[in-house]
């Protein structure tokens, strides 16, 4: 056997490994990338303060004055648990729950919340998937822009971001209803 044919078949070997190897191991890439989605619903907001009744989904346990305090002050945590809806009205179709948690970190307490929950999905296209949900809630902006960083069961691997619009604020009453719109795109699995 001479030494061109033994380099030859070696290459050839070499080559059709490679092009194996390129062709169904490493990930495909989808030239239109990800395909993009849009969600649009509304989360329902009712603060307990002291005097202001026992039917509320949102309650500080933690702050500068203990838990009697409001959201105001630096350090304040409040835990949520609010109802998610097709529409703005409460009357609209419940389609899951917002729990998890707003923190007041701004030290001069003008408004700055970070917040960190999950949108659980208890009815509908999504029932029992959830969305993770985590950024900056600046109250005083129109638009606050919080980020998607995960999900669950139909959500599991999206990564995007929302916008948080505020629909109704009730203050004397501690409620306030706001439209999440959120954009994600679907990660290859």
């Known amino acids: 056997m001479s030494p061109f044919n033994l380099t030859t078949n070696l290459f050839t070997i070499i080559f059709s490994l490679t092009l194996l190897y390129v062709k169904y191991i490493l990930p495909k890439h989808d ?5 993009q989605t849009n969600l649009v619903f509304y989360v329902h907001d009712h603060d307990y303060f002291p005097g202001h009744g026992i039917n509320t989904s949102a309650n500080t346990v933690d702050g500068k004055s ?4 409001s959201i105001l ?15 703005p009205s409460i009357e609209s ?6 729990q998890g948690l707003y923190i007041n970190s701004q030290l ?5 919340l970070y917040m960190v929950f999950s949108i659980i ?65 679907e990660q290859v699995q």
Do not use: H
């Not at 203990?66 to 305090?69: E, K, N, R, V, Y």
């Not at 002050?73 to 529409?87: A, K």
């Not at 179709?93 to 917002?98: C, D, F, T, V």
């Open 121 to 185: 999905f208890t009815d509908g296209e999504f029932k029992g998937s959830s969305l993770e949900i985590q950024g900056a809630d600046v109250m005083s902006m129109k638009e606050r822009e919080f980020g998607v960083v995960s999900g669950t069961g139909y959500f599991r691997f999206v990564k995007g971001y929302g916008i948080k619009t505020t629909q109704f604020m009730d203050i004397p009453n501690l409620r306030v209803i706001t439209k999440l719109n959120i954009i994600y795109k």
């Open 66 to 69: 203990g838990p009697a305090c």
């Open 31 to 35: 030239p239109q990338g990800p395909k």
């Open 93 to 98: 179709k419940e389609i899951g729950r917002a």
């Open 73 to 87: 002050p630096f350090g304040t945590v409040t835990v949520v648990d609010d109802i998610v809806t097709e529409g």
């Open 108 to 112: 001069d307490g003008k408004g700055f």
